[in-house]
């Protein structure tokens, strides 16, 4: 038995999803978007009264379980959070390059987010003083992630 505030994946677009028994009391967690352009109140359905809860937007996003005083290496570094709210996106690959070759002047070169980053960064002249040292960096994309499938998302709000 399903109960409000419980969440379910499935292969069924919204309008198909709420054709099912039950499927009325489920909304896509989408911030609302669909239950607007529906001409449904979800603040008023038992999740919104009752809970105070918004309809999260989870589209596009991966799942990650409330991390409820959990202290070892697999904490979230931003506890304490709020259930439902988005966290940003980050990564802890290269973001500076530091160099300092040869003759050249101690430098550091930002390497930018967004993947699209792809040139020779010059250190100075080489030790015979003619063409300049350089390293060349790439990004290899434009965010981390795991191989996934999309699914939606729906939540029981009645």
């Known amino acids: 038995m399903n109960q409000i505030g419980d969440i379910k994946y499935s292969i069924l677009k ?8 039950d499927g009325e009391n489920w909304l896509p967690m989408d911030g609302g978007d669909y239950a607007i352009a529906k001409g449904i109140d979800y603040l008023a359905t038992t999740l919104g009264e009752k809970y105070n809860i918004d309809l999260p937007d989870a589209r596009g996003m991966f799942i990650r379980v409330m991390n409820e005083n959990r ?25 500076m390059i530091g160099f300092d070759w040869g003759r050249s002047t101690t430098s550091n070169k930002p ?18 003083d ?10 290899r994309g434009v965010e981390n992630r795991p191989n996934n499938l ?5 939540i029981k709000v009645n």
């Not at 919204?14 to 028994?21: G, I, S």
């Open 14 to 21: 919204p309008d198909d999803f709420r054709k099912l028994p």
């Open 111 to 128: 390497v930018p987010e967004d993947g699209t980053w792809s040139k020779r960064i010059d250190t100075g002249k080489n030790a015979k």
């Open 150 to 154: 999309a699914f939606y998302l729906y």
């Open 130 to 139: 003619t063409n300049k040292d350089g390293i060349t960096l790439k990004k």
């Open 71 to 95: 202290d070892d290496k697999y904490t979230d570094p931003d506890h304490p959070r709020i259930i439902g709210k988005p966290q940003e996106n980050q990564t802890n690959n290269i973001e």
